[in-house]
């Protein structure tokens, strides 16, 4: 171990909560609306309860409101399709969040692009993502929004720096990759068929690693003094028989080289449910009239 410095993404997502509740607060004080978030989950899966869960919690604790909808797991397609437009209509409600993932009887896409763009809120539906890609204004995807703050915060300027992404899916992959075009980074999209792996990653200033595949990121991958944002949340059995979290990418040894480095947990995973909050009252403002930038 190390000299890495470590970023606190626990410590900043606080700091981001608390300046959005100041936000709210300033909003509702020049006659504006209070901030709605509904968060549609369907289905059981465990995971999905807990996050849906803290997002309500939080997103009451920012002195928005919340609007929880639990669907039973056979839920149709047409019968989520319907609860969105009506959501979509609804003017208490600014931000919808469908959970994923989605029983397999609902095509995510469908659902994903029934929301109003101004309400996405998770930024997944095809309008945003091509207001990403060609510059425009629109919602960005939380994770990534989450990772680029914590990049900003711990370097400043990002331009003209070298950075891989690896994993090229549309919710962190993909986005981020363009987070860091807009940036004027030098990006690299790296995934599963990536020849050279390790060598593409130590070309890196930065490096962001969401793959889902337990501590594959080894310390010899990563280049002196880059900065690695870990991104993956994994399960895996720890020395006491107990399930500890571990990231994709090996920790210790990567602490040793990097020059900074999030913490799995305790890293990226508490600014996804921050930026969500931040979406949900910039979606709000944008909505009535108000200037985001302006509170
Ligand atoms: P996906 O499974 O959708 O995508 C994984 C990506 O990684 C794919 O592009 C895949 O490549 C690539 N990949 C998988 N294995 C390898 C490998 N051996 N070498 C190179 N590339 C590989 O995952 P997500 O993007 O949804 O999530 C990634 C990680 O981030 C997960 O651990 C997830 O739990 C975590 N996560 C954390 C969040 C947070 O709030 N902190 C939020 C969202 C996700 P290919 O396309 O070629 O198959």
């Known amino acids: 171990m190390a000299d890495a410095k470590i970023i606190d993404g ?14 709210v607060a300033a909003l509702k004080k020049s006659g504006g609306p209070t901030p ?26 920012a002195g928005m409101q919340s609007f929880k909808h639990d669907l039973p797991a056979e839920t149709s397609q047409a019968e989520v399709l319907a609860l969105v437009d009506r959501l979509n209509h609804d003017p208490a409600v600014h931000g ?29 539906n095809a309008v945003n993502v091509g207001r990403l890609v060609t510059g425009g204004v629109g919602m960005v995807p939380c994770t990534p929004l989450g990772c680029l703050m914590l990049l900003k915060d711990a370097l400043g300027d990002l331009k003209g720096k070298r950075a891989v992404v690896l994993g090229r899916s549309n919710i ?16 690299t999209l790296a995934h599963s068929r990536t020849a050279d792996l390790a060598d ?53 040894e990567a602490c040793a080289v990097a020059g900074a ?10 600014m996804t449910i921050a930026c969500l909050l931040q979406n949900a009252f910039t979606a709000a403002c944008r909505q009535t009239g108000h200037d985001p930038e302006s509170f």
């Not at 968060?39 to 849906?52: C, K, M, N, R, W």
């Not at 469908?98 to 095509?107: A, F, G």
């Open 172 to 187: 962190v992959g993909k986005p981020m990759a363009f987070l860091l075009l807009r940036e004027h980074c030098t990006v």
């Open 200 to 252: 593409e990653c130590r070309r890196a200033d930065i490096l962001i690693a969401a793959t889902g595949q337990p501590q594959m990121v080894r310390g010899d991958w990563i280049r002196k003094g880059a900065t690695v944002i870990d991104v993956g949340i994994n399960r895996v059995p720890g020395e006491n028989g107990k399930m500890k979290l571990v990231g994709d990418v090996a920790f210790d």
């Open 36 to 61: 709605g978030l509904a968060v549609v989950l369907v289905g059981e899966d465990p995971a999905s309860q807990i996050y849906t869960r803290n997002k309500a919690k939080q997103t009451l604790e």
């Open 96 to 124: 919808i969040l469908v959970q994923l993932p989605l029983p397999p009887q609902i095509d995510s896409n469908a659902v994903i692009d029934a929301i109003d763009p101004a309400k996405d809120v998770d930024g997944f």
């Open 10 to 23: 626990k410590a900043f997502a606080a700091t981001l909560r608390a300046e959005i509740g100041r936000k």
């Open 261 to 270: 480095i999030t913490p799995v947990p305790g890293g990226v995973g508490p």
